[in-house]
């Protein structure tokens, strides 16, 4: 994980995490991820967690701490690259919290226009990569 105290911007090249916790959200067929994963929330920001300096079992152990305090199940994650919301216009602003560090946000989404909304998502799902909880 990244030093709480030095947290560097987001750079284009890195991976991002989407922590998947609805069935409705992947399809196991072809290992995809669905749009419906890259909804942003009512105010406007998307969470998700950087792969940089971290290991494949802290990512899945921040995923699985999410789930618990929702009282969810983690079903697995879409990864993606920071460019591909970029290249939607949309900002991907590092937001440290001290359960994850490596939390961040990605805003500037057009809350206005519902069909911009999914048609952003759908394109960002597009390029993601489902990846399964390891223990599911």
Same mark, same amino acid.
Request: proline share 7%.
């Given at each position: 994980?990244?030093?709480?105290?030095?947290?560097?911007? /987001?750079?284009?090249?890195e991976?991002?995490?989407?922590?998947?916790?609805?069935?409705?959200?992947?399809?196991?067929?072809?290992?995809? &991820?669905?749009?419906?994963?890259?909804?942003?929330?009512?105010?406007?920001?998307?969470?998700v967690?950087?792969?940089?300096?971290?290991?494949p079992?802290g990512?899945?152990?921040?995923?699985?701490?999410i789930?618990q305090?929702?009282?969810?199940?983690?079903?697995?994650?879409?990864?993606v690259?920071?460019?591909?919301?970029?290249g939607?216009?949309?900002?991907? &602003?590092?937001?440290?919290?001290?359960?994850?560090?490596?939390?961040?946000?990605v805003v500037?989404?057009?809350?206005?226009?519902?069909?911009?909304?999914?048609?952003?998502?759908?394109?960002i799902a /597009?390029?993601?990569?489902? &990846?399964?909880?390891?223990?599911?």
């Amino acid at each position: 994980m990244l030093d709480p105290s030095n947290i560097p911007d /987001v750079d284009p090249d890195e991976l991002l995490a989407r922590y998947i916790f609805s069935q409705s959200h992947f399809s196991r067929q072809g290992d995809r &991820v669905k749009a419906g994963a890259f909804m942003p929330a009512p105010n406007g920001g998307l969470s998700v967690t950087r792969h940089r300096n971290a290991t494949p079992d802290g990512l899945w152990q921040i995923g699985r701490e999410i789930a618990q305090t929702r009282d969810k199940t983690l079903y697995g994650r879409g990864d993606v690259l920071a460019a591909t919301f970029a290249g939607q216009r949309l900002n991907v &602003v590092a937001a440290p919290i001290q359960e994850n560090p490596n939390h961040t946000n990605v805003v500037g989404w057009p809350m206005e226009d519902k069909a911009a909304l999914k048609l952003i998502a759908e394109e960002i799902a /597009v390029a993601a990569k489902f &990846v399964e909880t390891p223990d599911s």
